[in-house]
């Protein structure tokens, strides 16, 4: 029923859309034209990069081939003014910069997380939004200053580009992407890869290694333009204590976020807890997540950073569960890693992203990586 009702109400919306510009009573400025294109195909759930391959080759290309995009999520919620300020940003960019059809990728990541603990009466637009001055960036904090989570972390917290790697919020929903990047980018993404979990990981590497421009920090004090759910290094923390079991009393929260999917055990995490003992099987399954998400994020098309995660996990795991734990585990995820990819697409990998004319060769390991880049700590 509520799927009727959603469905119902967006083609009605998309109907409307088509209507002239129409003048804002209160502010007497014209609002820019908004056209909506509604697909909906009857299913009940489809792996996150599947949605993305659908409505990229089955609407948004039929539409305007050569569109930027960006995304969100079913429970993000978006501040009235972050299109448009992507789109400032973008008309900013020096016209030669942008010639030949260039695929440059950006982000402004200034954003709000919001801690899973909240409850539903707690996230809701109208906590976070005056719909009087919308440029208030600061008016959530009236309702949720002085509020932590059971861990004394803020509930709400206003993630800058500056500390993106720190809080681990760094994701492909900050960018904005030329058409031909996407298109690219599922035509090298067999199903099999798309539909596994952290393949929107590999996304977010790929956007991050093509980005040549940096919003500047805080375009306007506080600003923030995108809200959505995080778990917390200390859940995560929880949950590893808790043999790789989430304690659902204490989410308010439905939990989706890609980077914290709870892993079931399998016959090798079994094995390998035999063989290391200080972990049960279920803590083995979250190192072996942790790994799986960083391996799926380069292999094939990045090596050079992929070889350098290897080292440094592989030497992480060993000092704290047991000397050859690490080499065992990374290449049983490097394995089943590889298994999704034909050697066709592996090989059409090799190469295909560069950087941009204007990156700073300066940078000895090319992306810059320290450990939050390629997915924090390391159970």
Known sequence: KFREQATQFLAQLAATSEDDEEINSDTKTTSPHCRIYLQDQEMERRPQMEHLRHLLFGGSM?????ALLTFVDNDDMCHPQRFQTLLNFYQAIPVDSRIQGRPYTFSIPCKLLLDVSLS??????????????????????????????????????????DQSHDLDSAEYFDYVVPTSVLDKFLSLTPESVSCHPFSDLRLYQVLSYLEPFEMNLDPQPGMWLLA????????????????????QHQLGHAVDQVSFQQEESTPVDARL??????????????????????????????????????????????QKHGAGFGNELWDACETSM??????????????????????????????GLDDEDYGGLCY
């Open 62 to 66: 039929i539409v305007d081939p050569a």
């Open 120 to 161: 539903n009466g707690e996230g809701r637009l109208e906590n976070f939004i005056d719909p009087r001055n919308p440029s208030d960036f600061s008016f959530w904090r009236q309702k949720f200053a002085g509020r932590t989570n059971r861990h004394g972390s803020p509930k709400v917290q206003l993630a800058r580009s």
């Open 228 to 247: 959505h759910y995080k778990v917390s290094m200390d859940d995560k923390w929880d949950t590893f204590d808790n043999h790789g079991r989430r304690d």
């Open 273 to 318: 807890s035999e063989r290391y003992p200080k972990l049960s099987p279920g803590q083995v399954a979250m190192c072996r997540g942790h790994l799986e998400s960083i391996i799926l994020s380069y292999i094939g098309w990045n090596e050079k950073d992929l070889e350098r995660a290897r080292k440094d996990k592989v030497l992480e795991l060993n």
């Open 338 to 367: 590889a298994a999704l990819f034909d050697d066709e697409v592996l090989l059409a990998s090799q190469g295909a992203w560069q950087k941009p004319i204007n990156y700073d060769e300066e940078d000895e390991h090319g992306l």
